[in-house]
């Protein structure tokens, strides 16, 4: 297998993906005939794989094992997995959908057990679907081509809340799944999960990474360096990833002020609130609730 630095990279800027996809706006692309695109070399995911076999089988080779889906399968890429050696059958048909990791950030709330599941796909990538569950998958599919050839000046809303309703309908068949597959974790990646729960069960969350490592009973160092390795990036990234949900909810979705939304959040000042949303967001909070009132 190639070394990590020499493989090529599966992205939604790949020019073998573009030219063969329903749609891709950069961060989701529906593709139709996944065989269509090559993977007998190696190649390393940047993306959210999903992809359902509707006939026909197909062999691949994930993070050097081996798997072999039929239809009903579902295949879960999470980002990094290496892929190649793919082998179909003449009959093989499938449907897939991909999703940056920003995409799924963005879109997906974060719930409880999404951190759960990506590490539990990394493990095991293939499940089956019953056959409703998969006819609803191809339903999903189906209207959001129809949408994605059909463009509006909100087709991107529209586009957007189908993938979080495919999220939380696929969420319930996977839960079944997932019920019956071993749940191999490492000390690092229980707690990793922990901290997920910690924050996102927090209100108002505290910012700093040391507040959580001491309720988890481990250095700020260490923490930082599990989310690392579980997650893909940093505790103090994860934070503000939350905060940012419960800002951008305040600020979209209640009357209260700047003001009130900077102290509910238990930031020191209004000066230090503004600072935070400009260097994430990229304005300030009062231009952020404009461009929100026009949406």
């Known amino acids: 297998m190639e070394t990590i630095s020499n493989l090529r990279k599966a992205n939604l800027k790949n020019s073998e993906i573009q030219t063969k996809v329903t749609y891709n706006d950069g961060e989701l692309a529906l593709i139709q005939h996944i065989y269509d695109i090559n993977t007998i070399l190696p190649c390393q995911l940047e993306v959210f794989v999903i992809v359902l076999v509707l006939e026909g089988k197909a062999s691949i080779s994930i993070n050097g094992n081996r798997y072999e889906a039929h239809p009903n399968d579902l295949y879960i890429g999470t980002p990094n997995n290496i892929v190649e050696n793919s082998l179909t059958s003449l009959d093989f048909k499938s449907l897939c959908i991909c999703v940056s990791t920003d995409y799924i950030r963005r879109i997906v709330p974060l719930a409880e057990n999404s951190w759960d599941l990506q590490l539990l796909f990394e493990k095991n990538p293939l499940c089956t679907l019953q056959p409703d569950e998969a006819q609803i998958f191809c339903q999903y599919h ?25 999220f939380y309908d696929m969420g319930g068949a996977i839960s079944r799944v997932t019920r019956h597959m071993p749940r191999p974790f490492t000390a690092g990646e229980s707690l990793f999960r922990r ?23 481990v250095t700020p160092k260490y923490l930082s360096s599990v989310c690392r390795l579980a997650g893909g990036q940093r505790a103090s990234d994860l934070i503000d990833q939350y905060v940012l949900k419960d800002i951008e909810y305040l ?25 935070y949303v400009k260097k994430h967001l990229g304005m300030s909070p009062k231009a952020y609730r404009e461009l929100s009132l026009e949406e």
């Not at 129809?146 to 509006?152: C, G, I, L, M």
């Not at 729960?197 to 490592?213: G, I, M, N």
């Not at 600020?251 to 600072?275: D, R, V, W, Y």
């Open 142 to 166: 189906d209207l959001l081509c129809a949408k994605a050839e059909r463009p509006s000046p909100t087709q991107k809303k529209v586009m957007d809340a189908l993938m979080l309703a495919f």
């Open 195 to 217: 901290f997920v729960d910690l924050v996102s069960s927090s209100y108002p969350k505290p910012r700093s990474v040391a507040y959580y490592a001491d309720r988890l009973n």
């Open 251 to 275: 600020m979209k979705h209640t009357q209260k002020s700047i003001k009130e939304i900077a102290c509910e959040l238990e930031f020191p000042n209004l000066s230090f609130f503004g600072k």
